[in-house]
């Protein structure tokens, strides 16, 4: 079946765009613990381009399960009434159903683990900014700040 193989195929295009993904994020953590903003805003871009892809992917992989599924004449197209059918193929589409999940959840952990570092590296460049430019710990009777950089209005009486 021909829609099936199709499908076979993009699972497969998916599976190796994720295994691509999960590398960059894995190497995401040396461009972090460097403050390396460009390249951090080019992984960014790399990050959005690789969602695009991945969304078309998606999609195309939707229209050829449909199409298999219309073509076996199934009311419902899932893993379980394809392999009803065309055991031997649904069972590789199921595998690679599979790893695509894996590496998405490896993807995700990652993801989660630089979002924690690169809220580290802001802590930090927070605090060295701090003492670079302390606030004053004074407060006036009011109870609000008297550091210099609240802005002041002038009102001229005439």
């Known amino acids: 079946m021909d829609q099936l193989e199709e499908a076979l195929t993009v699972v497969d295009s998916i599976r190796e765009a994720l ?18 903003v460009d390249g951090l805003v080019a992984r960014a871009n790399l990050r959005a381009s ?13 229209r050829a399960l449909a199409a298999a599924g219309a ?8 893993v379980a ?5 065309l055991p031997g193929p649904a069972a590789h589409l199921d ?8 590496l998405a959840a490896a993807l995700a952990e990652l993801d989660d683990l630089n979002r924690i570092l690169g809220q580290r590296a802001l802590s930090y ?34």
């Open 19 to 36: 295994e691509a993904e999960v590398e960059r994020a894995r190497q995401e953590r040396a461009l972090i613990r460097t403050m390396n």
């Open 50 to 62: 690789f969602n695009d892809h991945v969304r078309g992917l998606q999609q195309h992989l939707a």
């Open 71 to 78: 073509a076996l004449g199934l009311n419902e197209v899932t």
């Open 81 to 85: 009434t394809l392999g009803a059918a």
């Open 95 to 102: 595998e690679g159903l599979a790893a695509i999940r894996s």
């Open 125 to 158: 460049v927070r605090a060295y900014l701090g003492v670079l430019n302390p606030t004053p710990a004074a407060y006036n009777r009011r109870g609000s700040s008297t550091g210099i950089w609240h802005s002041r209005t002038v009102s001229r009486v005439a």
